[in-house]
């Protein structure tokens, strides 16, 4: 089971870091991600870690802003978010490939587990 947490309201330019704390079994094995769904939009890619611990992706729309980590002690997965815009506001959503599909890690599908997602409001 994953739990997404760290969601809340913050203002354009601040900053949150969210956290995907895994129970049950240890996710140091597995390719981890966060997505983001707007209001009456499609889930979209945000970020992506291998299991250990790099190379990382970013959306365009995020690069050099959102920084993606993991701590495979904790069994925990990170999302430090800088200079957040409006545009951010969406609930975010971790997830695992837990049987290490061939599908892109870019998309949904390339995902078995998911969080139950955390809002994030970024006001202008």
């Known amino acids: 089971q994953l739990q997404a947490s760290g969601g809340g309201l913050v203002q354009a330019g601040g900053s949150l870091r969210l956290s995907c704390a895994a129970s049950?079994?240890?996710?140091?094995?597995?390719?981890m991600a966060w997505f983001r769904q707007a209001p009456g939009r499609e889930r979209e890619f945000v970020a992506v870690?291998?299991?250990?611990?790099?190379?990382?992706y970013y959306a365009d729309s995020v690069k050099g802003r959102f920084t993606i980590s993991r701590d495979n002690a904790k069994n925990t997965v990170y999302l430090q978010m800088n200079s957040l815009k409006p545009e951010g506001t969406a609930v975010y959503y971790c997830?695992?490939?837990?049987?290490?599909?061939?599908?892109?890690?870019?998309?949904?599908?390339?995902?078995?587990?998911w969080g139950q997602g955390t809002l994030v409001t970024v006001s202008s």
């Open positions: 997830a695992a490939d837990s049987i290490f599909t061939n599908s892109s890690p870019y998309s949904v599908q390339g995902y078995e587990d």
């Open positions: 049950g079994r240890t996710i140091s094995r597995y390719r």
């Open positions: 870690i291998k299991s250990t611990g790099s190379p990382t």
